[in-house]
Structure formats: C-alpha cells, structure tokens
C-alpha cells in the first residue's frame, strides 16, 4: 500500500515557475515507477511525465523542455519542476505511483497559470 501526498501548486504567471513535490508512505518505493498526470477542466486526464525505477524519464510533447521530473528514493519524493509556464498548463495536477497493475494516486494540487 502506497499513499501519496502532492503540493506545491498555486496561482503564477505566464513565464513563471512552479515545483511540485509528491510524498509517498508505504514500502517498497523505489520498485515503483512514478508518474505526474493533470486534468484541465472539461478534459481528460493525461500523462504529463513518468520516470522509471532506473531514474529514466518520459514527457508528453507539449511540456518537454520545460518541465523536469526526478526522484529521490530515499526520501520518497518524487518532483515536477515546471518552468516557462504557459496558461494551457493550469490543471490539477496528480502523483502516481505505479507497479504491475497495481496503481496508486494522489489528491491532486491545483495549478493556475494567469496574469
């Protein structure tokens, strides 16, 4: 069993930065692959960036370059530094920890981009 804690979201503008963090409790965590996933009002929720046991990572096209996904294993943290912020960005945005068929997910944090 994994719980996952997000935070770090909030209002910012256009350009700007944010880094969210996501806490997780349980056992085992550095044998899950971890993703950051948001949903937009009206939307679907869709991958945003993943990173594997291996530390390899993956982004969705619309937010490479500008966002960056790590991992601290001894920690249980998992983050996602967004810089260069855009208003199509604002979404609630969710921690999951995967292993197998087995899926984990946070409450989500709020992220507006606005000026």
């Known amino acids: 069993q994994v719980q996952l804690v997000e935070s770090g979201g909030g209002l910012v503008q256009p350009g700007g930065s944010l880094r969210l963090s996501c806490a997780a409790s349980?056992?085992?965590?550095?044998?899950?692959?971890m993703d950051w996933y948001r949903q937009a009002p009206g939307k679907e929720r869709e991958l945003v960036a993943s990173?594997?046991?291996?530390?390899?990572?993956n982004y969705a096209d619309s937010v490479k370059g500008r966002f960056t996904i790590s991992r601290d294993n001894a920690k249980k943290m998992v983050y996602l530094q967004m810089n260069s912020l855009k208003p199509e960005d604002t979404a609630v945005y969710y921690c999951?920890?995967?292993?197998?068929?087995?899926?984990?997910w946070g409450q989500g944090t709020q992220v507006t981009v606005s000026s």
């Open positions: 990173i594997n046991i291996g530390g390899t990572t």
């Open positions: 999951k920890a995967s292993l197998g068929p087995v899926n984990y």
């Open positions: 349980g056992s085992f965590f550095n044998s899950y692959s």
